[in-house]
């Protein structure tokens, strides 16, 4: 279905009768590309979640604000709703690779359902891809044989928790190897954060929390041309805290320098500092240090 250069799919056997794929079951799939026709790239949208596993160089993948070019063995995560791209010069090729892609609809009433948000490699920019190890790849075409397995069966009173059960297990893997990337990507991590420190005391020393307000996560994730989702998930594995109180920590920081200018009232640094109303600079104040600006400043 086409929509204003836009080539939208919201069901499953849609998708699959594109790649002249069979629909064995209505809301998952599990599509090995080498089987399917050759596609010609262009932008898509789909109405479920997808994750490709690409087994070869494909083009120059453009979702959401950024592009990346495919390595053989990476996964990339798709919401539903987002909007990506390949772009090889509207040539048709043969794709290879695997797909797994199910509808929200799969998800109603299972702990999968209330969870699926938890992943959220789900909203990571498509530069922020999981690059699989060797043994990580084995582990991933496992899982995927086993849904497509369970897919193939009859249906009947266990299919829904059986599929939802290794597509749960298959998503656990990845979120452990998302960890592991993490880790082994440290030195990249520590850039980032060094040039977040940067920024987050470039903003407190400069008029913007006067003109656009406290420092936010969005800000910071847009700066360093990260998705929020993976700026938070970074900070909070590198430091131990959420990126929300990462700066909260340096805004309090900030504030206990400047409570002891006598030319500053209490209202004046939080103003500064870019809170609307003084009273939630107090209660921010209060909680992290656990007294009042004016009492630590009466104590010190």
Do not use: W
């Amino acid at each position: 279905m086409q929509n204003q250069g836009v080539e939208v799919f919201n069901t499953i056997s849609e998708y699959n009768k594109m790649l002249n794929h069979e629909t064995l079951h209505p809301l998952v799939s599990v599509v090995d590309f080498s089987k399917s026709n050759p596609i010609c790239q262009f932008t898509r949208k789909f109405g479920f979640y997808t994750v490709f596993l690409k087994d070869v160089m494909c083009g120059d993948m453009q979702y959401g604000k950024h592009s990346y070019d495919y390595q053989e063995g990476t996964l990339v995560f798709i919401a539903p709703g987002q909007t990506y791209g390949i772009y090889n010069a509207e040539t048709y090729i043969q794709p290879a690779g695997f797909a797994l892609v199910f509808h929200p609809d799969l998800l109603k009433g299972t702990s999968l359902g209330k969870n699926i948000k938890a992943y959220n490699f789900f909203s990571y920019d498509v530069h922020e891809a999981l690059h699989l190890s060797e043994k990580e790849r084995e582990t991933v075409l496992e899982c995927l044989k086993n849904i497509k397995h369970e897919i193939a069966q009859p249906i009947d009173k266990h299919s829904k928790s059986l599929i939802i059960n290794n597509i749960e297990l298959f998503l656990n893997y990845c979120m452990r190897f998302y960890d592991r990337q993490f880790i082994t990507r440290d030195y990249v991590n520590r850039g980032i954060i060094g040039r977040f420190d940067t920024l987050l005391n470039d903003y407190l020393r400069s008029e913007k929390p006067k003109h656009i307000g406290l420092p936010m996560v969005n800000y910071f994730a847009d700066q360093l041309n990260l998705s929020a989702n993976y700026f938070g998930d970074l900070i909070k594995k590198e430091t131990g805290v959420s990126a929300q109180e990462y700066i909260h920590n340096r805004l309090i920081d900030t504030a206990k320098d400047q409570i002891f200018d006598p030319a500053k009232s209490i209202s004046e640094i939080s103003y500064n500092l870019g809170f609307k109303y003084p009273q939630h600079f107090t209660r921010l104040f209060k909680s992290k240090v656990g007294v009042s600006p004016s009492e630590y400043k009466s104590l010190n």
